[in-house]
């Protein structure tokens, strides 16, 4: 990894911390390895990539419909996925410090061709044939066992009172979309959908991850945003294409430049995949899965049917036809998106008189705070009750933020490096002519507002 990349990470990571986005989970224990939470900016950036997704994926198609199914499923679920077989990374460790690595990882970073979905034989060749190149990252000896799968799904005891759950476990859920597979004929009879359409879901995921590194892209606890689209068995390679374009021009809306972003194309493909491509991001770390886009034939509903032995066939109202929907997915997890997003916007730029100010150019409509609301000084009580005034006036309807600590300067700075598009000052001045001072975040221009037009001229700008 290059250094000045690497130093990008770093500092995204530290205004995390700093800034209220992103904390370790039980930092107060020590941490625990590759679990994350959202602080106070962080919950907002997170619950407005929701609510973007949620509006290109469900408001805006009228074929696609919302569901929210519970994390907790039948565990045959997880056998009839392939789950239980066959959802497994490549494991092995250091003979020397016992470090646990994902084989496919190390490999990669050598610049060898590997990943999960390889067979255990395939990735013991590829260890052997390199083992003078792949270091332990934690001890830098080159000794390691030999790869095994490991099942990457969380087990639990909901519901096994015996005191031993561990012969017939329940799943945290591996990946929202099975979920809706299972609801696909509840959503069929109870609502006016046809093939072809859409279910959209977003939730909490759980993967026993190996490997607890970079940040928030890959944790343990995850929330994935999917969307399960089935369609006629011939028009599944059609639609599959419209959804590609439809995912990649959501980034650009989203303001990544299109030279951030590039398709990967899986050689090795997943069990149930029929053809897969990932839309890879360039994160500080390289180019790496944003989403997944995946077209995954009659896997699952065939599968779905045989275990539980409720035929999901679909019967075409016009047609009379009858068949088993194919499925094509659009796959993205919330923090992996977030980091994307916060990667694209970080930006430190050189000022007048040798400072540097670091700020996040986020699109507005992500951005955590919209408005943050000065008063000049906080110990002029007419200048913090005017304030009050104009902030009551906005919160309604703008995300908003009252700030009175230390000078203006200072506070510009603070709003700056959490992304808040517009910042408003009331000054002295605003007590004798009902204005106030709009400052832009990303051209850093001030506009005089008179107080009565703030909300119109706000609403203009987002
Ligand atoms: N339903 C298909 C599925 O789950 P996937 O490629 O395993 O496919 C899809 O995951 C997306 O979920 C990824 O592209 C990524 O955005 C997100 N994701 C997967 N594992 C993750 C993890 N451990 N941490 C954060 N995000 C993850």
């Not at 700020?359 to 000065?374: G, H, I, R, T």
């Amino acid at each position: 990894m290059a250094e000045k990349q690497v130093d990008v990470m770093e500092k995204i990571v530290s205004l995390c911390k700093r800034r209220g986005f992103v904390f370790p989970s039980s930092e107060i224990y020590g941490g625990f390895a590759a679990v994350y939470d959202f602080g106070p900016y962080g919950v907002e950036l997170a619950k407005n990539i929701r609510e973007i997704w949620w509006k290109y994926m469900v408001q805006l198609r009228e074929d696609i419909v919302g569901l929210d199914s519970a994390i907790f499923m039948h565990p045959k679920i997880w056998e009839a996925s392939g789950h239980v077989a066959g959802f497994s990374d490549p494991l092995a460790e250091c003979k020397n410090c016992h470090t646990r690595v994902r084989v496919d990882h190390l490999l990669e970073e050598i610049g060898v061709l590997a990943d999960e979905k390889m067979t255990e034989a395939q990735i013991n060749m590829l260890l052997v044939e390199n083992k003078e190149k792949i270091l332990c990252p934690k001890c830098g000896k080159r000794d390691f066992t030999e790869a095994k799968s490991f099942n990457l799904l969380v087990q639990s005891n909901l519901g096994n009172f015996t005191g031993d759950w561990t012969k017939e476990p329940t799943y945290l859920r591996g990946e929202t979309c099975q979920g809706i597979y299972v609801n696909y004929k509840n959503v069929l009879d109870s609502s006016r959908v046809k093939v072809p359409f859409g279910i959209a879901q977003i939730g909490k995921a759980f993967r026993n991850e190996i490997t607890a590194r970079q940040f928030i892209f890959r944790t343990r606890e995850l929330e994935q945003m999917e969307m399960q689209y089935f369609t006629k068995p011939e028009m599944e390679m059609d639609e599959y294409e419209k959804l590609r374009a439809y995912r990649w021009q959501f980034y650009l809306d989203m303001g990544i430049k299109e030279g951030h972003l590039r398709w990967h194309k899986h050689e090795n493909l997943v069990f149930y995949a029929k053809e897969a491509y990932d839309i890879e991001y360039e994160f500080p770390f390289g180019f790496k899965e944003l989403e997944g886009v995946h077209a995954r034939g009659d896997y699952d509903l065939t599968q779905h049917a045989k275990f539980s032995g409720v035929s999901l066939d679909y019967l075409d109202p016009v047609s009379n036809e009858k068949y088993v929907p194919h499925i094509i997915e659009s796959s993205v997890g919330v923090g992996r998106m977030f980091l994307a997003f916060l990667t694209e916007a970080y930006r430190e730029e050189a000022l007048e008189g040798g400072d540097t100010r670091i700020v996040l150019k986020l699109p507005k409509k992500l951005a955590p705070v919209k408005v943050a609301v000065f008063p000049l000084m906080k110990n002029k009580p007419e200048l913090v009750a005017k304030a009050k005034e104009v902030f009551d006036a906005l919160k309604g309807d703008f995300m908003c933020e009252f700030d009175d600590n230390g000078n203006v300067g200072k506070r510009y700075r603070r709003q700056d490096e959490i992304g808040t598009p517009y910042c408003v000052t009331v000054d002295f001045d605003s007590l004798e002519d009902g204005a106030v001072t709009v400052r832009d975040r990303d051209s850093m221009q001030q506009e005089r507002i008179k107080i009565d037009a703030l909300y119109g001229y706000l609403q203009g700008k987002f």
